[in-house]
């Protein structure tokens, strides 16, 4: 086999690495692949954490022991990401998207693969230091965030439906009270999640954390831990607050008629 260059070597271990976000790769894996030394491996390795770094391209960690190793995560709260979510915020005050009942039009926003990624990889941020075994949405609008918060803590992402589907199997079936006070139900395949793990509850809106409380109460149904719980979006003072402990990227004031509104990033992603 030909030898191969440093800068070869750097562009395939950053498609490895960035392509597989919070998954640990060995020294070894990159060795047998390029047949070169644990020790030029660990040069790259500390060239990639400095440029990165500098760049604000996300965090490489080298993890020790037995099964350590190196890994990426793609966000540094306090980065680039602020412009990246006070951008969004803008495009969600413009008066245009406000619909009657109070509520306000940002599926186009959840459609658009950069904004999910980016939001995603906010997401998965806030829970790196907290152990996750999946991530649990709603159908349906909350899914393309999820999915992507889930590809950024390298876990699978679990779906709770509104009805049971003969495909999925038995089935556990829950209802909850609503934010805006109805009665709801909620079904989850008695396949899809072990008893004893932890979850990550993500959605796209937060008017009372009613559907969220639903998936607490559906959790301890599986003896699951909740491991926490944010949202794209939340009312800033809700009226009702049916949840506790919840994180959301940005954060709406109410929409009254006739009146202006704001919405604004969460101080934790400041």
Sequence with gaps: MEKIKRNERLAVMTQVLTAAPNRIFTLGYFCDMFNTAKSTV???????????????LGRLETVTGAAGGVRYRPVQVGGPQRPFVEGICRKLMDPSRVLPGGYLYFSDILADPEYVSGMGKLIATAYYGTPVDFVLTMETKGIPVALMAAQALNVPLII???????YEGSAVNISYVSGNGSIETMSLSRRAVKEGSRALIVDDFMRGGGTAGGMVALMKEFNVTVAGICFVLGLENPTAHMIEGEKCLMLLSDIKPGESYTVRPADWVL
């Design 160 to 166: 709770a439906r509104r009805t049971t589907k003969v």
């Design 42 to 56: 660990s040069e790259d390795v500390a060239l990639l954490e400095d440029t990165m770094k500098k760049f604000h």
